[in-house]
């Protein structure tokens, strides 16, 4: 096939040098990233298109969404710019993961009780979908990739004290 699974997908291992830096060899401009210094201490941190250069999350807490513009500062065409996101410490190994959704571009989606912000790769199954919740329980939110997911994960990006604020993963696959 022309199509391959590197074309919406790819790890980049790469050097940290304390200061701002280009991170490329994704092949395509990545929409989320999830990056992690492979021989340092620090948390994992998740950028993306959609919400913007300057917020990320740590999934390895429960913490709110951080905003920082220094962390990440631009998506460009084959990857993105650090500034002082973990991986990027001085010498540090890092592994940076990027996915593509749309290119940055996103859409109202009315396909839900609630109206979402989408960014849907539909030919990779991958969107990046906000919302703001509307308080009533069993809520459907639109994700803009015309079947039904495999995986969900979803987080609370506001509030870190609430019991319903961890990382919630829901998966159709059997055993995870």
Do not use: C
Request: hydrophobic residues 30%; negative net charge.
């Amino acid at each position: 096939s022309a199509t391959q699974a590197d074309d919406h997908f790819n790890t980049v291992l790469y050097t940290g040098n304390g200061g701002t830096q280009n991170i490329t060899g994704f092949g395509f401009q990545p929409d989320w990233i999830w990056d992690k210094s492979r021989n340092q201490s620090g948390s994992h941190m998740l950028v993306d298109s959609s919400r913007g250069v300057g917020k990320y999350l740590r999934t390895n807490v429960t913490s709110a969404e951080v905003d920082d513009a220094s962390i990440l500062t631009h998506f460009i065409s084959d990857g993105v710019t650090v500034g002082d996101i973990n991986g990027n410490a001085s010498s540090s190994s890092a592994v940076m993961w990027g996915w593509k959704a749309n290119g940055g571009t996103t859409s109202s989606n009315t396909d839900g009780d609630i109206t979402s912000t989408v960014s849907a790769n539909t030919d990779a199954g991958f969107s990046i979908v906000t919302w703001t919740g509307n308080g009533s329980a069993d809520q459907n939110i639109g994700h803009g990739l015309g079947a039904t997911p495999t995986l969900v994960i979803t987080k609370n990006r506001e509030d870190s004290n609430a019991s319903y604020d961890n990382w919630n993963v829901f998966s159709s696959v059997k055993g995870i």
